[in-house]
């Protein structure tokens, strides 16, 4: 068995004990996209004991581009990512356990889906889920590593609960609604999500071999000018998520979708009410499909969906009535 692992046994900062501890490691992945893919990949080739994904989609064609793990056969065959993630990555190693969970990560399933891992990867796309995974962390005394991309630029940062600032002391609070650009605004090269995964999976087999030189920096990443930076991230004084005070965990922030009885529509509530500026949401979703706005609602169609946006940060997503799709489009085009 350990000739799988040979080459990786070679590298001295690894070697057999470090092998045998990866062995044992039990590693949670978060979101199965670009990042979640790449990582999923790295860690079942590394021979991690066991790997744990957990992702709400199913596959588009505009994912194959960027998303190592999945191909055309799956979505001909309308498989879920974390379906097709865990099929193929048993393909890959089947002598490692290997789950795959369709699921929407909230509040009210985190601590479930975290219990006993020895480190979290963030594969996600938005930054309500990030807080509630840096809360579930803190909470439960588990390093987790954000890591995010879009266009050509990418960041990575390591939490190490008790140890390093975490995300809130970084990024404090929930960005305005409608103002935050993701890939499927912005758009992504792949190479972009690559690094940064690479840059999570190195930090990874570090906390999982139990290795001392965890890089505690932000690492910001440009692959298209091809730099490298590192910011020094201090903890913040009167952080709630350091001190204690778990809002996402409870739920305080939590974005609701739910079902409207015989309609074939899902309604999403923002539990923020903020006023959203429907101009700059118009200016954003502009290049992606019809918009068109008045003083009381902006109205959106991407694909098969029509999404009704309100001034306080309501939604009515129309042609579905799957509420986990639903958070998920409002994820992707409206933002949290
Ligand atoms: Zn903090």
Same mark, same amino acid.
């Given at each position: 068995?350990?000739?799988?692992?040979?080459?990786?046994?070679?590298?001295?900062?690894?070697?057999?004990?470090?092998?045998?501890?990866? $062995?044992?490691?039990?590693?949670?992945?978060? $979101?199965? $996209?670009?990042?979640?893919?790449?990582?999923?990949?790295?860690?079942? =080739?590394? +021979?991690?004991?066991?790997?744990?994904?957990?992702? =709400?989609?199913?596959?588009?064609?505009?994912?194959?581009? =960027?998303?190592?793990?999945?191909?055309?056969?799956?979505?001909?065959? +309308?498989?879920?990512?974390?379906?097709?993630?865990?099929?193929?990555?048993?393909?890959?190693?089947?002598?490692?356990?290997?789950?795959?969970?369709?699921?929407?990560?909230?509040?009210?399933?985190?601590?479930?889906?975290?219990?006993?891992?020895?480190?979290?990867?963030?594969?996600?796309?938005?930054?309500?889920?990030?807080?509630?995974?840096?809360? *579930?962390?803190?909470?439960?005394?588990?390093?987790?590593?954000?890591?995010?991309?879009?266009?050509?630029? +990418?960041?990575?940062?390591?939490?190490?609960?008790?140890?390093?600032?975490?995300?809130?002391?970084?990024?404090?609070?929930?960005?305005?609604? +409608?103002?935050?650009?993701?890939?499927?605004?912005?758009?992504?090269?792949?190479? !972009?999500?690559?690094?940064?995964?690479?840059?999570?999976?190195?930090? *990874?087999?570090?906390?999982?071999?139990?290795?001392?030189?965890?890089?505690?920096?932000?690492?910001?990443?440009?692959?298209?000018?091809?730099?490298?930076?590192? %910011?020094?991230?201090?903890? %913040?004084?009167?952080?709630?998520?350091?001190?204690?005070?778990?809002?996402? %965990?409870?739920?305080?922030?939590?974005?609701?979708?739910?079902?409207?009885?015989?309609?074939?529509?899902?309604?999403?509530?923002?539990?923020?009410?903020?006023?959203?500026?429907?101009? =700059?949401?118009?200016?954003?979703?502009?290049? %992606? $499909?019809?918009?068109?706005?008045?003083?009381?609602?902006?109205?959106?169609?991407?694909?098969?969906?029509?999404?009704?946006?309100?001034?306080?940060?309501?939604?009515?997503?129309?042609?579905?009535?799957?509420?986990?799709?639903?958070?998920?489009?409002? !994820?992707?085009?409206?933002?949290?």
């Amino acid at each position: 068995m350990m000739d799988r692992y040979s080459r990786q046994i070679l590298f001295e900062s690894i070697g057999e004990k470090g092998q045998k501890k990866l $062995g044992k490691g039990f590693a949670v992945i978060i $979101g199965c $996209g670009a990042l979640g893919s790449l990582i999923a990949t790295s860690l079942v =080739r590394a +021979g991690v004991g066991k790997v744990r994904i957990i992702d =709400r989609d199913f596959i588009e064609y505009h994912n194959l581009q =960027r998303q190592l793990l999945f191909d055309e056969e799956d979505i001909r065959n +309308g498989l879920p990512k974390a379906v097709a993630a865990e099929r193929h990555l048993k393909k890959i190693n089947s002598s490692i356990e290997i789950e795959g969970i369709v699921a929407d990560v909230n509040f009210t399933n985190i601590e479930k889906f975290i219990t006993g891992a020895n480190v979290i990867l963030d594969g996600l796309d938005n930054f309500e889920t990030r807080f509630l995974i840096n809360d *579930a962390s803190l909470k439960h005394n588990i390093p987790w590593i954000y890591g995010g991309a879009i266009a050509s630029t +990418g960041m990575r940062m390591v939490i190490i609960p008790g140890k390093t600032a975490c995300f809130r002391c970084f990024v404090n609070d929930l960005p305005p609604i +409608g103002t935050v650009q993701t890939c499927d605004t912005a758009g992504i090269i792949s190479p !972009a999500p690559f690094i940064i995964a690479s840059l999570q999976t190195v930090e *990874a087999l570090k906390i999982l071999i139990g290795s001392k030189e965890i890089n505690k920096d932000l690492t910001v990443v440009d692959a298209w000018a091809g730099t490298f930076n590192r %910011l020094k991230i201090s903890p %913040l004084q009167n952080c709630p998520s350091c001190q204690g005070k778990y809002q996402f %965990l409870e739920g305080k922030f939590e974005v609701v979708a739910s079902s409207l009885c015989g309609q074939n529509a899902v309604q999403v509530l923002n539990p923020r009410q903020e006023k959203i500026s429907f101009h =700059r949401l118009e200016q954003r979703l502009k290049p %992606l $499909g019809k918009v068109s706005y008045n003083k009381f609602i902006l109205r959106f169609t991407i694909d098969n969906y029509e999404m009704v946006v309100f001034p306080d940060g309501r939604a009515i997503i129309k042609n579905t009535d799957d509420e986990s799709l639903a958070r998920s489009l409002y !994820a992707k085009y409206i933002g949290n």
